[in-house]
């Protein structure tokens, strides 16, 4: 098998990732479909089965009801570009460009989950927003698609991705592409190619809209017994934020969000049951979460974090803990609730090695996830290593336990029991020095994996 882009294990100074040795010439005899759903600006307390007062999300509750209900999930990022990067890499963003929203690109030497299913025989599909890079060089689109920026143009179509219904950035989340305020084109397009744009079924909710693209998808695939990867990235419930009857319907506040977010549910049980009736639904793995917490200062602008401190662009919990659920049931055969904290970039090692895929040892380079396996199997409790976070001036780490937190580069850092105190009121820095000591070291021995990444150590021969 040859990939356009190296792949490979790793060590990052905390420990290895170990992924099920199956050779690529020798498959699984039944390989899952993968569908991995992501919210825009979801707040940990946006969803009904966490407990929202008013908020109808019926077939989010049932997959929660279903499946694994993950209590402390994270998004890699704060904002939304460098989660979405994670996903498709199992790594930090900060090792390979993309450290915020409308910055950087995917970069060509990345490899991504798309790019390997693909090699595998896997359909492959991008639906909804990119944010990855630019899509067009030959038109203004978007937040940064210009005539002849060639530097940022990284469409998924040439990041593995074989069907694509493909934003560059955000969207208004009812009738996408005209401005709610003025009528007029929003500027940005959905495109399906190298310049492909598309004219037709653009109109009302654009979850549907996109869903209405991922059916067709999934049924071809199904029908030729092909597995696939379906990536599934809703606008909603980014600004701008509109919606309409029937989803407003009932609500007396908030209606917009409240409403578009009652849509994106709708969608998701639009999914799963045609899944059903492809009969595919038992060897899927449906994924769903958010890429950061809410948008605004607080919950007066819809978005809850349920008491977690800090929202969007804060590396505090509101920031980055995210709904999070799987549903496969072939592999999970009763809902449990999940206590064990993961990530987006737990994702790619763990759909790896539900496949069996060997990853070469002379590729190797530093990742950031772990496989999820053996905690969806029951086996593990505890994650075997910390989850590493950096954003704009901002650090933090995240054992099973502990956190530590810094706001200004390093300089000073606070400690929080998450057990015990997940709203993060009690600065436990100078009860425990010796913790955050050692959490410090290994936040420093993250960040210099990282450095050692972003310099291009991770491609050369």
Wanted: proline share 7%; aromatic share 10%; hydrophobic share 30%.
């Amino acid at each position: 098998m040859m990939l356009r882009k190296p792949i490979g294990m790793i060590v990052w100074g905390l420990g290895a990732l170990m992924l099920s040795q199956t050779r690529a010439d020798e498959p699984r005899a039944s390989r899952p479909n993968v569908v991995l759903c992501m919210a825009d600006d979801l707040g940990w307390g946006d969803t009904g089965y966490n407990g929202h007062p008013v908020l109808r999300t019926p077939h989010l509750d049932r997959m929660a009801a279903e499946g694994l209900r993950f209590e402390r999930f994270y998004a890699s990022s704060p904002v939304c570009s460098p989660t979405r990067g994670s996903c498709l890499t199992g790594r930090h963003p900060y090792r390979y460009g993309i450290p915020y929203a409308n910055t950087g690109h995917m970069l060509p030497d990345e490899v991504t989950l798309a790019e390997v299913l693909r090699e595998q025989g896997y359909a492959t599909g991008h639906f909804g927003k990119w944010h990855l890079g630019t899509l067009t060089t030959k038109m203004k689109d978007a937040n940064r698609g210009q005539v002849g920026n060639v530097r940022d143009y990284s469409p998924p179509w040439q990041n593995g991705f074989d069907a694509c219904f493909s934003t560059e950035s955000k969207v208004p989340t009812w009738n996408p592409m005209q401005d709610p305020q003025t009528g007029r084109p929003y500027g940005t397009h959905y495109w399906t190619g190298a310049e492909q744009l598309v004219s037709e079924n653009l109109e009302g909710d654009d979850s549907r809209i996109i869903m209405d693209r991922v059916l067709p998808f999934v049924r071809s695939a199904a029908q030729a017994n092909q597995p696939f990867l379906a990536v599934i990235w809703f606008h909603a419930p980014h600004l701008p934020v509109v919606s309409r009857p029937p989803y407003t319907d009932g609500y007396d506040e908030h209606r917009d969000y409240y409403g578009c977010i009652t849509a994106l549910d709708e969608q998701m049980g639009r999914l799963r049951a045609e899944l059903e009736r492809a009969g595919v639904a038992n060897n899927t793995m449906l994924w769903f979460c958010s890429d950061n917490g809410p948008e605004g200062k607080s919950e007066k602008q819809g978005g809850r974090t349920n008491g977690l401190r800090g929202r969007k662009r804060s590396l505090y919990e509101g920031g980055v803990r995210v709904p999070g659920l799987l549903i496969w049931p072939e592999q999970v055969k009763s809902a449990r609730m999940i206590a064990m904290p993961c990530s987006t970039c737990d994702y790619f090692p763990t759909v790896l090695a539900a496949l069996g895929y060997e990853m070469p040892d002379e590729l190797a380079r530093p990742y950031d996830g772990v496989n999820l396996l053996p905690m969806i199997d029951g086996r593990m409790t505890e994650r075997p290593r910390p989850i590493g976070f950096e954003s704009r001036g901002q650090l933090a780490l995240t054992d099973n336990r502990f956190k530590i937190y810094s706001g200004n580069n390093g300089k000073q850092f606070e400690l929080y029991d998450l057990g015990e105190d997940p709203g993060e009121k009690n600065d436990l820095a100078q009860q425990h020095p010796d913790t955050l000591r050692a959490m410090r070291k290994q936040l420093e021995a993250w960040r210099a994996s990282c450095h050692k990444s972003a310099a291009g150590d991770d491609y050369r021969d």
